[in-house]
């Protein structure tokens, strides 16, 4: 059984920075890329970073680029998102998941329980 655990959220003001980290456990042979995803108060979870196995493909949903960066360690079984410059619109729960790298959902198999961010203006 795969586990996803997030960590790092918080509370924080706009144009500060927060990182995100995820660490994966347990059985992984399906598991290809790693991806974050959030999900704002009554809106549908969104994609906003994703990376390949090895690290040197990745990709951002438009509102999250140049500001976000989505690295990992595949040593610690780990991810993590740097946000910058953050936005009262990035105020959501984030998720981290495993599976094929793209950017949609569904190609995720195994989820974490999420983490609160909360920017504030």
């Known amino acids: 059984q795969v586990q996803v655990v997030e960590s790092g959220g918080g509370l924080v003001q706009a144009g500060g920075s927060l990182r995100l980290s995820c660490v994966v456990s347990?059985?992984?042979?399906?598991?290809?890329?790693m991806g974050w995803f959030r999900q704002a108060p009554g809106k549908e979870r969104t994609f906003v970073a994703g990376?390949?196995?090895?690290?040197?493909?990745?990709n951002y949903a438009d509102d999250v680029k140049g500001r976000f960066s989505i690295t990992r360690e595949n040593a610690k079984n780990m991810v993590y998102l740097q946000m910058n410059s953050l936005k009262p619109e990035d105020t959501a729960v984030y998720y981290c998941?495993?599976?094929?790298?793209?950017?949609?959902?569904?190609?995720?198999?195994?989820w974490g329980q999420g983490t609160q961010v909360t920017v504030s203006s």
């Open positions: 347990g059985r992984t042979y399906n598991t290809v890329a």
């Open positions: 998941a495993t599976g094929s790298f793209s950017r949609d959902q569904r190609s995720y198999a195994y």
């Open positions: 990376i390949s196995w090895g690290g040197s493909h990745s």
